[in-house]
């Protein structure tokens, strides 16, 4: 069994979501991650990160307020999974409720060292 | 009460205080000398009473005795600290020194928790964790023990024996922990507490007598940690909730010859309105700080289930319940509980894709579960799940259910036959 992470990328990631669509996304997100823990294949929940207050620094120590409208993609969060191969872990990720998002994508990464 | 009934009651009640008070006075390492004057002082009881009546206060006799004995206890060892040692060793000084023995009910408190604490020792493996907890806390047999672990109660001595060793020879022990150290140690505290409960409730015994008084048990050592200011935390109020919710259905899960009533084929009525509402007070209590521990998700998952009344919103929760609790602690019950939430909200279909991904072959309840979610889509496959479940489980009780189950589908079978007019 390997470890792989599961990366969430957003194409717009300041895009600000109403309440309800975020309690929405939560529980299907919810739904999904106990679908894997449930097979006691989910190694960490990770963390999500925050578009607010984040700042994206530079060759040559420029600092900018976020990583949005220069880059195109943003990296919302990520889990790790336990698979046999990558291509079970490609199975899980086709769940995240992430890629009803037309532009979004989720990146599966081997965990190094595993 | 007569005295033959009296004694084994007092002895429950009573033993595992003086045996905490002792340990407390004498230190851990004469954890053995606590026991025997306890099992001395139960032993004077039956020899004096029948002659000599039962004393008016019970518990002050007992209490009387014990402390004299301790003194003799303590007497013996000072000489032989004070006299025999000082010649085995140079510096002579005497390490015991004068204690009264303190049986008031804030010294017994103390001394109960401390012991909980104290057994609850990262080198005891928790198995034996609950056996000490039940022989030294509570005041149980070793063949009650031996019986609701159904092992022999020479494996129980043995587990016991091994334990206090290393209770014995633990340096760090056994003063009630503080700050931070509670909480390192509260964890595996709540774990042998629930695992105890637990015991109680799925103890594979035929006594029932004796599994309920398991969970009363556990519920008294909780409820004793909310007593104190620094053990009265969120997830113990949490861990007692949990426990008063199911423990509020004991009287309507028995038939009256003793055999296990499903959930949903219980009566309703029998269910202890009193304890839930206590059960929702602690759940209450327990909804303060920022940690959710998997006893505040198992305490709601349990509530959700005192609501009788079957509707979206209920297996909705029940469902997102299960999905936090998995992916904080995951357990194959767990697992299979979810996946029954998710064919409430979603249907047996998809359930059924989600069941067949656990892979729990080797578990009767997974085959159980995939029976209950073929009933009506694929009775074939429903009968063959349940025969699977049937072959492996391991109880005559659940066999029991289970053939039920499979005598449900082989009605329906003949019934569906006559209908479609064929033999």
Redesign the interface.
Known sequence: MKEFMLIFRHEDGARVASPEQIQVWMKQTMDWLGGIAAQNRLVSQGNGLSFGDSRVVRHGNIVTNGPFGEIKETIGGYVIVQAESVEEAVEFAKGSPVLQGEGNSVEVRPIAGH | MEHQALIPHLFRTEAGRITAVLCRNFGLEHIGAAEDITSETFMAALETWPYKGIPENPAAWLHAVAKNKARNYLARHQRFTGKVAPRLREDGASTIPETEIDLSDNNITDSQLQMLFAICHPAIPVEAQIALALRILCGFGIGEIAHAFLVSPDTISKRLTRAKEKLRTAKDLPVFPSGQEINNRLDAVLLTLYLLFNEGCYSETQDTVLREDLCLEAMRLTYLLLGNNSTNQPEVNALLALMCFHASRFPARKDRQGGIILYHDQDESRWDAALIAKGAEFLHRASTGNRVSRYHLEASIAYWHTIRTDSEEKWENI??L???L??IA?SPV??LN??FALSKTKGKPEAIK?AV???LTDNPYYHALLGELYVDIDNAQARKHFETAHALAGTAGDKRVLQTRLDALADQGEHAAKNSGLP
Do not use: C, E
Request: hydrophobic share 40%; proline share 0%.
């Open positions: 469902l997102q299960y999905n936090q998995l992916t995951y767990a697992a979810r996946t989600a991904k656990l892979q």
